[in-house]
């Protein structure tokens, strides 16, 4: 027997994640990105991160297609900015003017830091897949400069937080002990 999926959400939600949003161009040109926080850095020699992304979103098609995507994180002044990339509008990015990363990725003037990867593997996993990106080009900025907030934008049991109100909603209502 494996575990719920109540369950799994439940437990999974107690591992804080740092919001991002995974970007990519289509074949046509035009940008595509969603919010994830499946995102991991793999190894230092060579640099490589790596981003799960559901087989059927999008986002997912432009960087199967393009082989490239880049990884903005998010600053806690950026929760509409993570709400809209979570949606499935046409065009998320109506009025935010990204600029083009080296791989050609579009790159968000607010995140607080980017890598801008080559696909090198991709890994089929349940209805994800892992993409593998060598790190082409990194950066960041100052936190209060990018989203007038010095601190990240986490998920943490089913909401956007701050590393501080991660730690209320822990203490308000802790686990159950299972
Ligand atoms: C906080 C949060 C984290 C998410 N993390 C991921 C993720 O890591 N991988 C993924 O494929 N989708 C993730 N999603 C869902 C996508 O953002 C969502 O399905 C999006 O609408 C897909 O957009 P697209 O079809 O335009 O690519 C997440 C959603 C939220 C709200």
Redesign the pocket.
């Known amino acids: 027997m494996t575990v719920s999926a109540d369950r799994f959400r439940d437990v999974l939600g107690r591992l804080a994640?740092g919001?991002?949003v995974?970007t990519a161009r289509d074949p046509d040109g035009g940008p595509?990105?969603?919010?994830?926080?499946?995102?991991c850095s793999v190894s230092l020699e060579p640099p490589l991160v790596l981003?799960?992304?559901?087989g059927?979103?999008?986002?997912?098609?432009?960087i199967d297609v393009s082989g490239h995507y880049a990884v903005n994180f998010l600053g806690a002044g950026d929760r509409e900015l993570?709400?809209r990339?979570?949606?499935?509008?046409e065009d998320?990015f109506s009025g935010l003017e990204p600029t083009a990363g080296r791989t050609g990725a579009p790159l968000l003037a607010a995140a607080l830091g980017y890598c801008d990867c080559v696909v090198i593997d991709r890994v089929v996993a349940g209805d994800?897949t892992v993409f593998i990106g060598r790190v082409e080009a990194a950066g960041t900025v100052a936190a209060t400069r990018a989203s007038g907030s010095a601190s990240p934008l986490l998920?943490y049991r089913g909401s956007?937080a701050t590393v501080s109100q991660a730690v209320e909603m822990e203490e308000k209502a802790p686990g159950d002990g299972a």
């Open positions: 994640g919001v991002c995974v595509r990105g969603l919010t994830a926080t499946a995102v981003a799960c992304l559901a059927d979103s999008r986002t997912h098609r432009a993570a709400k990339f979570a949606g499935d509008e998320k994800h998920r956007y």
